[in-house]
């Protein structure tokens, strides 16, 4: 995009190091596009859209029994915000200026696992949402403006705490990944920086410094939406498919029918 090119996309294959269960598999396929001059409600609409389409037009039907539940996705998808739907869940209110001293005394006091890495209340913000949150979320829902900290690629909203971010939840799953791209280098290297006092303080899954992509928001990116979406859960979906493993050529393990 750096480049002049307004919209890109890529359909491809990842590999990740992790688990398996019903939702995950080592080996998975995505598409990831971005678009010049959108944002995460650019990003909304093409995603709730695919799915539209896709049940509606190549499915034939727009209800699907899925995970034990009658999913509709005929209808507007629910958006909400993330300290919004943990307040809703369970009373804390996390733009109240709580401390990290202050997050880590509420997170005992609900029973939310901690871990040595987190130095700052974000990080408990969203172990509060994939505890309280993500298993409630049944109909498709946005969860969005996520903490800083776990979002290093994201523009800041107003409030530099949140970042323009969404995930959308089915059943509770997760589908697709979206932001408000971050363009300025300037804050970018700064969120490189913190992500790399993370990976020293424990943190596995905090980000490397990409050079190479800091070059390209020196010479100039334009404003833009980017998502990503899974594909395999999508078609788990469209095809009522409990098991990832179901949808994939070949995958490590099958059930016998």
Wanted: contains cysteine; glycine residues 8%; hydrophobic residues 40%.
């Amino acid at each position: 995009m750096g480049g002049g090119m307004d919209r890109v996309y890529e359909i491809g294959r990842i590999f990740r190091n992790e688990g398996m269960d019903n939702r995950h598999n080592p080996e998975f396929t995505t598409i990831e596009l971005y678009q010049a001059y959108g944002d995460l409600r650019s990003m909304m609409e093409w995603v709730e859209g695919l799915f539209h389409n896709v049940a509606k037009n190549v499915m034939g039907k727009e209800v699907f029994h899925w995970h034990g539940y009658d999913i509709d996705v005929s209808k507007p998808f629910a958006s909400i915000s993330m300290a919004e739907a943990i307040k809703n869940a369970c009373g804390v209110d996390f733009t109240q200026d709580i401390s990290y001293e202050e997050a880590v005394k509420l997170a005992k006091e609900h029973n939310v696992p901690l871990q040595k890495s987190w130095n700052s209340t974000g990080y408990i913000m969203q172990a509060f949402f994939d505890e309280f949150v993500e298993p409630t979320l049944v109909q498709p829902t946005f969860i969005h403006t996520y903490p800083i900290e776990v979002s290093p690629l994201t523009k800041k909203t107003e409030d530099p705490r949140f970042v323009d971010r969404f995930e959308i939840f089915i059943a509770g799953c997760e589908f697709g990944n979206a932001y408000s791209e971050l363009n300025n280098p300037f804050d970018q290297l700064e969120r490189f920086q913190a992500q790399l006092a993370a990976r020293e303080r424990g943190d596995d899954e905090a980000n490397d410094m990409d050079m190479t992509f800091l070059d390209a928001l020196l010479y100039g990116m334009p404003p833009a939406g980017g998502i990503g979406v899974g594909i395999d859960r999508f078609v788990m979906f469209m095809t009522e498919q409990d098991t990832i493993r179901e949808v994939l050529l070949f995958p490590t393990l099958r059930d016998d029918k």
